[in-house]
């Protein structure tokens, strides 16, 4: 594991580990609320605890659990699997209360915690700004609120919301995303406004987790269709562990489909393709192709671009088995690329370390 | 360059014949006059069609042009394009080598209505008149059972009618749903087609009454058309996972214009969480991904366009080449021209295979 010395690693998951340890950020009214009102945690349903893919089995503490203790992920991002800096993307259930004003008092809770919690104790950690995106400008606030500390390096939703990331009423989010510097990370998760599907809720859990797949595609759809990045050049975009194999052939789509009717859409004045490569990132794992180089390779080939993706364990989430989080077969430079260039060059925040 | 690639197809010309899997004879509510009962006859014009939308005429994401239909796909002597028999010999099936064509009705067939009692009697008209007024006069066009597949009895009533007539060629559903397909309430439609003997086509579009995409409803007609693959692998991964193809291991489904570009990534991611998930369903009896090797067709229309010609070998190869038939989508703007349409390095093996090959073997049209 020495050639990922220097890796930057774009997703783990600190765990918040009951809704008291968010008491000393949340206000007197917040924290009586949440106490007289029995209201037991704001965790999210994505990732159900005892769930094998939710936690490598070595991880799990005496409850069953992972990811809440701060030496234990450090013990395993850093010391075993050798990265340098570490992304925290916190995924406790901020987006998922129907009142604006609760979900912007968990937001900054959160927000605190992992500054105090996290951020604090050890100087390679680096985390996104949680929102709350039932209220816009409450979610802008909350952005300018924390980018005022320069170890948030971007901000957090999740895959799916109540409508399509792209759509105009989002644009402030981005607008703010682009005057910080920050990008946007996409990650798995719902807001449960709407089914795990678009033809309703499956029945098995692993179908909910195949269909995020499918948000990822709509979210690139809408974000590109509708303008986002010729409105805001700056502005990009992390998908965090959505897979990867599912771009090209999304895309060959999309740009089919673009040339027979971008009268439709008149600001997309290149091929979504291209504005996908220049402005979207993916994180490596889970990598859904089988391992054989063979078809790894093509697989890789067929992004057509060394830039697009960023190296991530997905701690303490089980995707891989080992500790080689990379797919097998790609070339050094590639490697050292995903590991440390394509990180650096995305998030300009962490090349103030470098 | 466009010689060198076109002198090849003018000798396949001859040479190849076709079959397209998925075409669109038009047919108006008059035509299918005969075959509805007064009550229903009288409800279609008192109440009309209510399709879980909210527009009278037209739909939620306008077309790129009138009908989605090629400019040039309007007959001359008047009528909807792909309505005329003679027209459409002449633009399409004389024009090619076609030996069938699978008509895919999409409307006036009641499919997806909000009741079922007139969506059964619109799906028995629309099947009637595919017979009467194409197969008929033209035995190269095959029909599609249409089913009122919100009723899952309903529509088992109506394959049955339909069962050993070999003017039939599948059952036909549209990809949206109201729930997904692996749900229990439409395992009678599986039931009846293999006792039929027919694959079950699902062509993309349709209502389900919910959003687009789960993430919302989307703004523009070009996402509405993208969404149809993510459509496609939500009703891949509820029938793997619901374990229809344990249940029923000869269904055989056909995906038809929803691509094949999104099949590879998501049979591999799906058997990447079933390592995982392994005991939440352990009615899969092997990896999600041979089931849909196994049981899942493409048509080619709209043929995905990669970047690097060569990407779109590695995924054809990777899709399966015994499991991908050629389709036009005739009379739609996005039709594939049989000419140009498949990739010009294709050997004339696969070309062969995908003309014509994989679904006469899939409709046994011997």
Redesign the interface.
Known sequence: MTKTARAIDCDVHPVVPKLEALFPYLDPFWRESFVERGIPSFEANTYPPN???SARPELRGSNGRAGSDLAQLTAQVFDRWNARLAICNCLYGVELPFSEDMARAVARAVNDWIAREWLDRDPRLRASIVIPTQNIEFAVDEIERCAKDRRFVQVQVM?????????RHWWPIYAACERHRLPLAIHPG?TY????????W??????D???Y???F???L??LV??GAFAKFPGFKVVLLES?V??L???L???????R??????PWVDRSP?DIVRDHVRLTIQ?F???AEPG?VE?AI??L?SESILLYASDFPH??FDGDEAMPPGLPQALRDKILVDNPLATYERLREDA | MNIELRQPDVAQKSRLKIIDVDIHPKSSVEDLRPYLSNRWWDHLHTYGSRQRQGFLKGFPYPKSQPQASRRDSWPPGGGLPASDLDFMKKQYLDFYPIEYAIMNPLSPTGQGDQNDEFSAAMAFAANEFQIEGWNRRDSRLLASVVVPYEDGEASRTEIRRRAGDRRFAHVLLRSRTCELMGKKRYWPIYEAAIEAGLPVGVHVFGTSGRPASNTGWPSFYIEDMTEHAACCQAQVVSLITEGVFERYPELKIVMIEAGFGWMPSLGWRLDKTWKRLKDEVPHLRKAPSEYLRQHIWVSTQPMEEAEEPEHLIDMMDWVGWDHIMFSTDYPHWDFDDPFVALPPTLDDKRRAQIFSGNARALYRLD
Do not use: I, N
């Open positions: 769930a094998p893919l895959a799916m919301q109540e409508t399509p990331l792209g759509r719902s406004r709407q089914s795990m599907t678009s033809l309703g499956p029945t098995y859990y692993f179908e987790y195949a269909s797949a499918q948000a595609q709509s979210q759809g809408s269709c509708e897979g194999t599912w090209p052939g999304f060959w789509r999309l740009s089919k489909f673009w027979g009717v971008r009268a439709e859409v393709a889970p859904d192709a089988p078809v093509r080939d067929h057509r089980w995707q």
